[in-house]
């Protein structure tokens, strides 16, 4: 089989490209026909306090300079037509571009997913090594014995023992929110400090998956010939575990990295509300409370953008790693 190429490779980021349009087309649209049919009020929501005392005739005006009465296929298409021009519209929640919105809001969760991510991944890879050495062990079953039991556990309940444990029971950790109350300044030791318990649990949420990952493929590559043959070589023990097995054992947990982004994201909005965590479920609650197209649209839009191309991801390293696989299969 030949040696996978960058033009392979671009091939395949092509036609990947190519599938995504018509899906965010699907996608945004299908935002807008479900936020019509809401039973929320987007006159109302965008009014808050004073249109409980205005008149009909006030609604009524606010409703057409929104565009609430148009249809909803209108209002996409117009939307759709900004947007692939650079402009997402203005927030009527938070009477703001959207695209600010989103930026201002996008760093902190990505700085969350990106810590849980990376901490899942590497505590994710040590256990399930740990565990793979001597299967059947008592290390290997109180590993995975956990792995299983996590997996179970619904975020919202791991994120709420955390506080109770971490922030209430033995104060060590704040609570929630980026900074301390009070606080003018975003000093980046104190959101390192609060960023600890939200990025904790959400890599706890995700470490289950790549534990039994590993342990599974670790186990299945030192009963390969290439790792029997390093063993009757010599080597040590180490060596055949960590520049063998571990690096066969690994191929399966390049594809998981893709199908586990849409999780992560689920998980990431849960735990940023609990924790109060200035990212982008607020910014989605409100958007959907109120009615605010053009914010749930670009939302919607850009959390399946990081769906595709976290499963272009997987499939890329898995063809540039795996001499099994072809980017023409993918």
Same mark, same amino acid.
Request: with cysteine; charged share 15%; aromatic share 8%.
């Given at each position: ?14 036609r990947?490209?190519?599938y ?9 649209? &299908? %935002?807008?026909?479900?936020?019509a049919a ?7 929501a ?8 205005a008149d009909?005739?006030? $609604?009524?005006? $606010?409703?057409?300079?929104?565009g609430?009465?148009? *249809? ?7 939307w ?6 650079g ?14 919105v989103?930026?201002?809001?996008? %760093?902190w969760?990505?700085?969350?997913? &990106? ?5 899942? !991944?590497?505590?994710?890879t040590?256990?399930g090594? +740990? ?8 290390t ?12 179970a /556990? *619904? ?5 709420? #023992? ?6 209430l ?15 003018e300044?975003?000093? *980046? ?5 609060h ?9 706890v949420?995700?470490?289950p998956?790549? !534990?039994?990952?590993?342990r599974q493929?670790v186990?299945?590559? +030192? ?6 043959g /390093?063993?009757?070589r010599?080597l040590?023990?180490?060596?055949v575990?960590?520049?063998?097995a571990?690096?066969s054992? =690994? ?10 982004? *849409?999780? $992560?994201?689920?998980?990431?909005? #849960? ?15 409100s958007?959907?409370t109120s %009615?605010?197209?053009? $914010?749930?649209?670009? +939302?919607t ?15 890329? #390293? ?11 299969? =993918?």
């Open positions: 089989m030949t040696a996978p190429s960058a033009r392979d490779a671009a091939r395949l980021a092509g990947r490209l190519l995504a349009v018509p899906l965010l087309l699907t996608v945004t649209f &299908a %935002v807008f026909a479900l936020a809401s039973p929320f009020d987007p006159v109302r965008y009014a808050g306090t004073a249109g409980l005392s009909q005739e006030t $609604l009524d005006r $606010l409703a057409e300079n929104l609430a009465g148009r *249809p909803f296929a209108a209002r996409w298409w117009e759709l037509t900004a947007a692939l021009s402009d997402l519209g203005d927030s009527t929640v938070f009477r703001q571009p959207v695209a600010q989103v930026a201002e809001r996008m %760093v969760s990505a700085l969350l997913c &990106a810590t849980a991510f990376a901490a899942a !991944v590497l505590l994710g040590a256990l090594v +740990l565990a793979a050495r001597r299967p059947g062990s008592l290997d079953r109180a590993v995975t014995s956990a792995a299983y039991v996590l997996s /556990a *619904p975020v919202f309940w791991i994120a709420l #023992l955390a506080v109770w444990l971490f922030a029971r033995l104060g060590v950790l704040p609570a929630g929110g980026l900074t301390d109350t009070g606080s300044t975003v000093d *980046p030791a104190d959101v390192a400090r960023l600890v318990l939200p990025a904790g649990v959400l890599a949420s995700q470490l998956w790549f !534990v039994l990952y590993v493929g186990t299945d590559a +030192l009963a390969e010939d290439p790792v029997r /390093a063993r009757a010599g040590t023990e180490r060596t575990l960590l520049g063998h571990l690096r054992g =690994l191929l399966p947990v390049l594809t998981l990295i893709g199908t586990r982004v *849409p999780e $992560l994201i689920t998980g990431a909005l #849960l735990v940023e509300t609990v924790f109060s965590w200035p990212g982008i479920a607020a910014a989605t609650v958007a959907a %009615v605010d197209f053009q $914010l749930l649209a670009a +939302l839009a850009s959390a399946t953008v990081a769906v595709l191309l976290g499963n272009l991801l997987a499939d890329l #390293l898995t063809g540039l790693t795996d001499p099994r696989v072809s980017f023409r299969d =993918l």
